[in-house]
């Protein structure tokens, strides 16, 4: 049961500028009897005015994540900086598999070349951010929600701690 | 066919970082990284609980999790589908875990951010392979069955400690490519450790000692179970405490082990000590060969068992032997310190415990009464070496001292004559001297 987005507040710039990052995205969602469901995200988009983010996924790899999404609209979605360890986790009860649009593909592009960079500062093993995010381009699906919460996921003493959105 | 817990375990150790989904009861999703998930049998899993965060909170309220691991090599996904059960927080599991939980933290720059607060173990409910390519996996380059079969029958054909002893570690070096080994036995008595044997180390550390409980080694030995650490950590609690003290022997140890492994000896439930294996590199212990040693091991303690049982039917007394001319050149001083048994050679500390009050026997039989040969039993039956009754590791006490004089005290020899049976052979004149327990040292 999708339920309408509470605020649909603005993302603080801050933010929206870590999610611009090359960032590790993983999103999970749950059925109707509550049975949380999860995937690798394979990319990530926020909209220019900063009120809806849309996350992509390889529809083959997340197809129980797809059906939950569509049978409840609920998502948390992490967003992790690889070399940092700095981490944002979002969440909405909005959420919906919407069509991919044409310029999706390039925006994808861009963002698979940051987290290129950023594995290999990590020196994590060649070709992991292939595995992580490899897809066929009729595979893509994207997810789109408008955050109602917000929370920091950095390892260490404020792990967990809301921000206002 | 589905997929079993037991051929995914290499994906579960973290090397890349698994994630995790849970669910509150409002029906708010929660996603997050976990530092690894633990293989318990085949068909459970134990998680970190290092914080009260919301995956906590949520599988307390609603148990249903789901994670992803990747396979390090081929970097394939897995999809679990778990089932939260209990929170352990002692005993085995929990030590593992938190071993484990300190290497990966010191790895990850995050020593002061990990700690372990419980084990919460997860029933797994279903594996799923995430649709995706995969690297091809490298040829294996031992087969480590092969390696157990062979090597279980060489101890298995091993007659005496010390061949046994040598055996293993010469099986770990050519067949299973781990040239950097020790094996500790432990003492009931004491609760303590000791080193009797050691591979590719520069000095032997044969004789050095760790309390159970300490370090890899010791937590392994408490707890009865493996402790395998991926990566160099800096947690003092898992490194081999600095011996300071000039009666204190180091135990023998690479500068900066990466990976170390620490399975127990065990015969039943009895502990009979450790075998400890570690290398330079990251990640060099899997899961599987956690499972080989362990089963090595085994062998160890059985065929160490039935030899120590064999020799006990023999070393009948001897007639008594005894020196045909003394000793030439200046006499070695030879100092006994009866407050705890050890054993200094010309101001040099040799060794002490029970192996330094059973030289002291020994010298003190060969200075008044010439003898040279002795037999294992009758120091078994001598009441003031103290040997406990069961498990008294006599032999291994015999092997500790013959290696400590061949490297700190050559002028004094143990030689095996027989199963059972000895010759002290002194190439120096030896001077005694005693300090009893309760005189100042």
């Known amino acids: ?165 | 066919m589905s997929i079993t817990l037991d051929a995914i375990r290499d994906s579960l150790d973290g090397v890349i970082p698994s994630v995790i989904a849970t669910c509150a009861p409002d029906g708010t999703p929660n996603v997050t990284y976990i530092s690894h998930v633990d293989y318990v049998d085949p068909r459970h899993v134990a998680l970190s609980f290092q914080f009260f965060n919301k995956t906590r909170a949520n599988v307390l309220e609603n148990p249903r999790a789901a994670v992803i691991v990747v396979d390090p090599v081929t970097l394939a996904l897995y999809r679990l589908a778990l089932e939260y059960l209990r929170t352990e927080t002692s005993g085995p599991l929990f030590e593992r875990m938190k071993a484990r939980l300190a290497s990966i933290a010191a790895h990850s720059g995050m020593s002061d951010v990990f700690r372990l607060l419980g084990s919460d173990v997860y029933r797994v409910l279903a594996i799923e392979r995430v649709p995706g390519a995969v690297a091809p996996a490298p040829a294996p380059r031992r087969s480590l069955l092969a390696a157990l079969r062979s090597a279980a029958q060489r101890l298995a054909a091993c007659s005496d400690l010390a061949a046994l002893l040598d055996e293993t570690l010469t099986c770990l070096e050519t067949l299973f490519d781990i040239p950097h080994a020790v094996v500790l036995l432990h003492d009931a008595g004491t609760g303590r450790l000791f080193t009797v044997a050691s591979r590719g180390y520069r000095e032997s550390g044969v004789g050095s000692e760790i309390a159970l409980g300490d370090g890899v080694i010791g937590v392994a030995a408490r707890e009865r179970t493996p402790i395998r650490l991926n990566y160099e950590t800096n947690d003092v609690v898992y490194s081999h405490a600095v011996r300071a003290s000039e009666t204190e022997i180091a135990l023998p140890a690479l500068e900066a082990p990466r990976s170390r492994l620490a399975v127990p000896i065990l015969v039943g439930t009895t502990l009979l000590g450790v075998l400890y294996v570690e290398s330079p590199q990251d990640v060099r212990f899997t899961y599987d060969d956690e499972d080989a040693l362990l089963v090595l091991a085994e062998q160890l303690g059985r065929t160490m068992f039935a030899v120590q049982q064999s020799v006990e039917q023999q070393g009948e007394p001897l007639a008594g032997e005894t020196r045909k001319s003394p000793a030439r050149g200046a006499p070695a001083v030879i100092r006994y310190y009866a407050v705890n048994g050890s054993i200094f050679v010309d101001d040099d500390y040799l060794i002490k415990g029970v192996a330094g009050a059973i030289f002291w026997r020994l010298v003190r039989d060969y200075v008044h009464a010439q003898r040279t040969e002795f037999t294992n039993r009758e120091l078994r039956l001598d009441a003031s070496l103290r040997l406990p009754e069961l498990g008294d590791n006599l032999e291994a006490r015999l092997i500790l001292l013959e290696r400590r004089l061949a490297e700190r005290c050559p002028f004094v020899r143990i030689e095996k004559i027989g199963r059972g049976r000895f010759r002290l052979a002194v190439e120096r004149p030896l001077s005694l001297v005693e300090t009893p327990a309760g005189a100042a040292a």
Do not use: W
């Open chain 1, 1 to 165: 049961m999708k339920q309408p987005a509470a605020g649909g507040t603005a993302l603080d710039p801050m933010h929206v500028e870590f999610l611009a990052l090359g960032v590790v995205v993983t999103v999970a969602s749950r059925d109707a009897r509550n049975v949380p469901t999860i995937a690798h995200g394979i990319g990530r988009r926020v909209a220019p005015d900063g009120r809806q983010v849309t996350v992509f996924l390889a529809a083959s790899r997340s197809q129980a994540l797809l059906d939950a999404v569509r049978e409840t609209g609920a998502i948390a979605a992490s967003f992790c900086e690889a070399t940092t360890h700095r981490a944002l986790q979002l969440k909405g009860t909005d959420a919906a598999v919407v069509p991919v649009e044409p310029d999706d593909h390039e925006c994808l592009a861009a963002y698979l070349r940051l987290l290129d960079v950023e594995f290999q500062r990590v020196k994590d093993p060649e070709g992991l951010a292939k595995a992580l995010v490899d897809h066929a381009p009729a595979d893509l699906a994207a997810v789109r929600f408008t955050p109602t919460a917000a929370f920091v996921q950095t390892p260490g003493a404020g792990a967990g701690a809301p921000i206002k959105l």
